[in-house]
C-alpha cells in the first residue's frame, strides 16, 4: 500500500496513526499541497478531488477521504466496534469531527501555519475560533463521563477527533481549560505503537 499525503495534515495523520496501531506496513508518498503538487495530471489520476490522503492499494484501486479510509481499515480490529449501536456511535462523532471541528480548527492551524492570513481570512477569524471553542466544549462534556468516545473502548472516532485537537494549539486554542481533553490525548499518545503526527519512517525513498 501507498498513502499518498501532506506531512503536517491532520486528515492525513489519522490514518498513519491507524495503520501504525494496526502494524501495517505500508509506504509514505508526500506532496506539498501548498505548492499545488496535489493539482498534477499524475495525482488527479489518483482523486480528482485533488485532495490527500489517498490510500493506495496493491491492486491498483485508491480509496479517498480520510474518514472513509479509517472506516476500511477499521473493519474487523477493536478500532471498529461489533454492536450496531456502538457502530453508529462512531459514525456520529466522525461526522461531528467532519462539520463542527475540523472546518474550524483544522482551517485556522492551516492558515497560520502553511497558507497564510489574508483579509478575508482575518474576516472569518473570530467565527472559526468560536466555532472550535464550541466543539471542544462538546468534547470536554463528552471526556469528563468517558475515557474514549464510544463504548469505553479507544476507536477510530477517538482517532478522527485527536488528530486535529492534539494540535489546537497551533491554531491558537487554549487546550489548557479543558482537562478531560488533555487527559483523553495523553491517553491515546501511551497506546502501544503510537506514532507522532512527524513521523515520516514509512516515506517512499527517492
Known amino acids: 500500500m501507498i498513502l499518498h499525503d501532506y506531512l503536517?495534515?491532520?486528515?492525513?495523520?489519522?490514518?498513519?496513526?491507524?495503520?501504525?496501531?494496526?502494524?501495517?506496513?505500508?509506504?509514505?508518498?508526500?506532496?506539498?499541497?501548498?505548492?499545488?503538487?496535489?493539482?498534477?495530471?499524475?495525482?488527479?489520476?489518483?482523486?480528482?478531488?485533488?485532495?490527500?490522503p489517498v490510500l493506495e492499494f496493491d491492486d491498483g484501486r485508491s480509496l479517498t477521504e480520510s474518514n472513509a479510509i479509517l472506516y476500511y481499515l477499521a473493519q474487523g480490529t477493536p478500532y471498529?466496534?461489533?454492536?450496531?449501536?456502538?457502530?453508529?456511535?462512531?459514525l456520529r462523532w466522525m461526522n461531528f469531527e467532519q462539520y463542527s471541528h475540523e472546518?474550524?480548527?483544522?482551517?485556522?492551524?492551516?492558515?497560520?501555519?502553511?497558507?497564510?492570513?489574508?483579509q478575508?481570512?482575518?474576516?472569518?477569524?473570530?467565527?472559526?475560533?468560536a466555532a472550535g471553542y464550541a466543539?471542544?466544549?462538546?468534547?470536554?462534556?463528552?471526556?469528563?463521563e468517558h475515557p474514549y468516545f464510544v463504548g469505553e473502548q479507544f476507536s477510530?472516532?477517538?482517532?478522527?477527533?485527536?488528530?486535529y485537537t492534539h494540535v489546537a494549539e497551533e491554531a491558537e486554542f487554549d487546550l489548557s481549560t479543558f482537562p478531560a481533553i488533555q487527559a483523553w490525548c495523553y491517553a491515546i499518545t501511551q497506546t502501544t505503537?503510537?506514532?507522532?503526527?512527524?513521523?515520516?519512517?514509512?516515506?517512499?525513498?527517492?
Open 103 to 118: 472546518p474550524n480548527i483544522a482551517t485556522l492551524r492551516f492558515w497560520l501555519g502553511h497558507a497564510g492570513m489574508n
Open 156 to 163: 477510530i472516532a477517538d482517532i478522527a477527533l485527536y488528530a
Open 193 to 206: 505503537n503510537y506514532v507522532d503526527i512527524t513521523d515520516d519512517s514509512a516515506r517512499l525513498k527517492p
Open 8 to 52: 503536517p495534515s491532520g486528515n492525513g495523520y489519522k490514518i498513519r496513526l491507524l495503520l501504525s496501531l494496526l502494524g501495517q506496513d505500508y509506504q509514505l508518498k508526500c506532496y506539498d499541497i501548498v505548492q499545488g503538487e496535489t493539482h498534477t495530471e499524475a495525482f488527479l489520476k489518483l482523486n480528482a478531488n485533488g485532495k490527500i
Open 135 to 144: 466543539a471542544l466544549k462538546v468534547m470536554e462534556q463528552h471526556l469528563s
Open 80 to 90: 471498529w466496534p461489533e454492536e450496531l449501536w456502538q457502530q453508529s456511535q462512531v
Open 120 to 129: 478575508q481570512r482575518q474576516a472569518q477569524w473570530a467565527d472559526k475560533k
